[in-house]
């Protein structure tokens, strides 16, 4: 069974640019939550996907959005980058709708110079 | 809301030795616990979890870990490190009702001297 997978693992942006992630979940998997994974800031939670449905959502601007599709892929779009944007950010999959266990991806690293 | 404290930022330890990795979280009902560890690079690979039931839980690599309610602890323990053990580890917290979503803690980055 495959895992995660997160695509593109690294990714440079300008400052002012808008980027898009995306993120396979393990099949049969129905939920998708994203994080952002900063030195200063360690783990924080972007926004969780659930049935297409967003059904939770961090502390983060309004620059950062997501959606998920009907095979349960979801994407994660920053828009207007900043040099904080720079992080890994970590999409995990869980098979029910709350409280079961997340399997990570390996990530994409967003640098934004 | 809930939150996690991982005391330790660095441990180094011996190959061979034991060791114990704190986690103390903060949550008003049972929580749902878990322990990931990342090395370099890549993503968080899940060692175990706790629900319900037993507070003693087994997970792989040779880790375990123990759910002390009156201690807000999860502390994580391995009897004796391999070199491959060097990593960061962290400890995350579910909240029922809270969909899927995890708290982390700030990790605690594990050095194995030969």
């Known amino acids: 069974k495959a895992g995660v997978t997160q695509t593109p693992r690294y990714l440079i942006k300008t400052r002012g640019q808008q980027v898009t992630l995306s993120c396979s979940p393990i099949?049969?998997?129905?939920?998708v939550s994203w994080y952002q994974q900063t030195p200063g800031q360690g783990l924080q939670f972007l926004f969780e996907?659930?049935?297409?449905?967003?059904?939770n959502k961090g502390n983060f601007p309004g620059r950062f959005s997501g959606r998920q599709f009907s095979n349960s892929r979801s994407e994660m779009n920053v828009s207007t980058l900043e040099l904080g944007d720079s992080a890994l950010y970590l999409c995990?999959?869980?098979?029910?709708?709350?409280?079961?266990?997340?399997?990570f991806g390996q990530g994409t690293r967003l640098t934004v110079v | 809301a809930q939150s996690v404290t991982q005391p330790d930022i660095h441990i180094t330890v011996s190959e061979g030795a034991s060791l114990e990795l704190r986690c103390n979280y903060s949550?008003?009902?049972?929580?749902?616990l878990f322990w990931y560890v990342q090395s370099p690079g890549q993503g968080l690979q899940l060692l175990l979890k706790?629900?319900?039931?037993?507070?003693l839980v087994q997970g792989i690599k040779g880790f375990e870990a123990e759910f002390k309610r009156s201690q807000s602890s999860f502390n994580l323990r391995k009897p004796s490190v391999h070199w491959s053990d060097a990593a960061e580890y962290f400890c995350?917290?579910?909240?029922?009702?809270?969909?899927?979503?995890?708290?982390f803690g700030g990790g605690t980055r594990v050095l194995v001297k030969p």
């Open positions: 995990a999959s869980s098979l029910l709708q709350q409280n079961t266990e997340a399997f």
């Open positions: 099949s049969g998997h129905r939920s």
């Open positions: 996907y659930f049935s297409e449905t967003q059904r």
């Open positions: 949550y008003g009902a049972t929580p749902y």
């Open positions: 706790y629900f319900s039931g037993d507070t």
């Open positions: 995350a917290v579910g909240a029922k009702a809270a969909g899927n979503k995890l708290t």
